[in-house]
């Protein structure tokens, strides 16, 4: 265990100690996850826990987060049982992601026990939702100028091959930027990523720099394919609640 697993162990000790939970998963999300950060990123950790049962049934609840840390170094928050089994049952991309980060603090028997539950729940159309969404956003806001920042074009070729993987698995993607990576590309679209993977991990901060129009006009094309496609998809969400009903009941403690 290095000097900053030692320090973010301290503080999810710190997080059950100070809030009365029992945390069940702790891992990392963001660049970090995902295999591409720069020298300097700071640590995304992100958590599950579980309270006692009278906090659920106080005419008062207690708020289904917990923001613990946000500075330079760490961001550490963390969502209750209770939202996290919510949000599974609408097949939550973002939870997918946390149960798969190559990086993981903590965990329980517990955990496993959801996530075997969870993978039930996984919507092909939900999650392409998400991820089209997130690369479509991502390419209209920073992409469009003749100069840009490179590091955004991660933030929009990541979701896309997300798309991809789901569509061509039928199974919630890789979190590893190296996983997705190895699924077919047009050559001289997997050379420019390449390169702009070794940019970014050898830079504090990737700068402005000229827009790529090759990666622009893959993106576009990529983005309209996907619309069409999610868009003809029938809604494949699991309707059922009996079984995270269960495990929440049979969790809280």
């Keep these: 265990m290095n000097q900053i697993e030692k320090i973010i162990d301290e503080k ?8 009365h ?27 599950i826990y579980v309270r006692k049962k009278e906090a659920y049934l106080a005419l008062n609840p207690q708020r289904d987060v917990i923001e613990w840390q946000l500075d330079e170094v760490l961001d550490i928050n963390g969502w209750d049982l209770k939202k996290t ?38 919507s092909i159309k939900s999650s392409l939702y998400h991820y089209y969404g997130t690369a479509n956003g991502n390419f209209l806001e920073y992409l469009q100028e003749d100069k840009v920042k490179y590091k955004k074009y991660f933030y929009v070729i990541r979701p896309l091959l997300a798309c991809k993987y789901i569509k061509e698995h039928i199974s919630p993607p890789p979190v590893l930027f190296s996983e997705l990576m190895k699924q077919e590309l047009p050559h001289e679209i ?23 129009d090759i990666l622009n006009q893959y993106i576009e094309k990529e983005l309209s394919e996907y619309k069409t496609y999610v868009t003809g998809l029938e809604d494949d969400r699991k309707r059922e609640w009996d079984t995270f009903d269960k495990l929440f009941l049979n969790l809280i403690f």
């Design 12 to 19: 999810l000790n710190e997080i059950e100690e100070k809030e």
């Design 21 to 47: 939970v029992k945390i069940l998963h702790a891992v990392e999300s963001g660049s970090r996850a995902w295999g591409f950060a720069s020298p300097d990123s700071d640590y995304d950790v992100r958590f």
């Design 85 to 122: 089994l919510q949000h599974f049952h609408k097949s939550n991309a973002t939870l997918f992601e946390w149960s798969n980060s190559p990086i993981v603090y903590r965990t329980t028997k517990e955990w496993q026990a959801i996530y075997t539950e969870a993978k039930d729940y996984f």
């Design 190 to 212: 997997e050379q420019v990523i390449q390169e702009l993977l070794e940019v970014k991990a050898n830079t504090p901060e990737i700068g402005k720099g000229q827009r790529i």
